[in-house]
Nanobody, 123 residues
Framework: QVQLVESGGGLVQPGDSLTLSCAAS????????MGWSRQAPGKEREFAAS????????YYADSVKGRFTISRDNAKNTVYLQMNSLKPEDTASYYC????????????????WGQGTQVTVSS
């Protein structure tokens, strides 16, 4: 099973940008589609973005579409989430996840999760 470790979270101001990284262990990273989800305080975890094994296709939740970009580097076993135009409502713990589903579209498609990294957007 793949092990995932997120990094890059922090405190930023509204309108700022931030890039999250997720490093995966093992040699089979390229066999997984990858994704990001988030969970705000007092709310359920929600799907944010996903990317196919080769990186050729991405999918976003409406809440982040146009502002967030998911990408991956299979040579580095790493997936990224570039977040632009951050809003206070983006404040959440962000989790990286791996999936055997070719085109994951929701939380149920993911089987392995990281421990999360906190993003706080506040002035």
């Amino acid at each position: 099973q793949v092990q995932l470790v997120e990094s890059g979270g922090g405190l930023v101001q509204p309108g700022d940008s931030l890039t999250l990284s997720c490093a995966a262990s093992g040699r089979t990273f390229s066999t997984y589609a990858m994704g990001w989800s988030r969970q705000a305080p007092g709310k359920e975890r929600e799907f944010a973005a996903s990317i196919t094994r080769g990186g050729g296709s991405t999918y976003y939740a409406d809440s982040v579409k146009g502002r967030f970009t998911i990408s991956r580097d299979n040579a580095k076993n790493t997936v990224y989430l570039q977040m632009n135009s951050l809003k206070p409502e983006d404040t959440a713990s962000y989790y990286c996840a791996a999936s055997y589903v070719l085109h994951p579209r929701g939380l149920a498609d993911f089987g392995s999760w990281g421990q999360g990294t906190q993003v706080t957007v506040s002035s």
